[in-house]
T-cell receptor
Framework: NAGVTQTPKFRILKIGQSMTLQCAQDMNHNYMYWYRQDPGMGLKLIYYSVGAGITDKGEVPNGYNVSRSTTEDFPLRLELAAPSQTSVYFC??????????FGDGTRLSIL | AQKITQTQPGMFVQEKEAVTLDCTYDTSDQSYGLFWYKQPSSGEMIFLIYQGSYDEQNATEGRYSLNFQKARKSANLVISASQLGDSAMYFCAMTFGGATNKLIFGTGTLLAVQP
């Protein structure tokens, strides 16, 4: 049972570079989410999706973009990486009114 | 605006003792869900327990129980018979009225279980 799979696990970017964080789930969940966790803090919602083709902003969406072309995949795109985006990124999925299942996270450093 | 507050940045507990981790929330919604997640030093987020705002009985899952006091807007996590493996960060989180299932997290409590 893979659950929620995030790749890569670690990445270092230079300021101004772009990259895509991948997230895939095999539980046929309609809902998917991207969070970031800064040191010593709780998770903050970046973007979420309630189904294929539907995405919406969370609490901290600036500097990020998402797409949801399939039920399984929910990639997060960083354009023009900035030091403030250094964080641990978590992808999660769920059905409505059910607990969210999290991936193992992607640790991203921007130097 | 919805808000989650965890007032204990860190706590110690002796092995085999019970510990209560505090969580209070602020919302005017009538329908919401309360969750607790555990984050060990390895970094993954592990779901522990859930309580719906309309559930009358406090939720229990093994050694975890949720002390839900709706009038006081609190949802404290009780861990009985603490084990060394319980040492981790614990986050209280909520979903609020609506169909999006979005989670809002507290800032967490770091629990250290001492032998």
């Amino acid at each position: 049972n893979a659950g929620v799979t995030q790749t890569p696990k670690f990445r270092i970017l230079k300021i101004g570079q772009s990259m895509t964080l991948q997230c895939a789930q095999d539980m046929n969940h309609n809902y998917m989410y991207w969070y970031r966790q800064d040191p010593g803090m709780g998770l903050k919602l970046i973007y979420y999706s309630v189904g294929a083709g539907i995405t919406d902003k969370g609490e901290v969406p600036n500097g990020y973009n998402v797409s949801r072309s399939t039920t399984e995949d929910f990639p997060l795109r960083l354009e023009l990486a900035a030091p403030s985006q250094t964080s641990v990124y978590f992808c999660a999925s769920s059905q409505q009114d059910q607990p969210q299942h999290f991936g193992d996270g992607t640790r991203l450093s921007i130097l | 605006a919805q808000k989650i507050t965890q007032t204990q940045p860190g706590m110690f507990v002796q092995e085999k003792e019970a510990v209560t981790l505090d969580c209070t929330y602020d919302t005017s919604d009538q329908s919401y869900g309360l969750f607790w997640y555990k984050q060990p030093s390895s970094g993954e987020m592990i779901f522990l327990i859930y309580q719906g705002s309309y559930d009358e009985q406090n939720a229990t899952e093994g050694r975890y129980s949720l002390n839900f006091q709706k009038a006081r807007k609190s949802a404290n996590l009780v861990i009985s018979a603490s084990q060394l493996g319980d040492s981790a960060m614990y986050f209280c989180a909520m979903t609020f009225g609506g169909a999006t299932n979005k989670l809002i997290f507290g800032t967490g409590t770091l629990l250290a279980v001492q032998p």
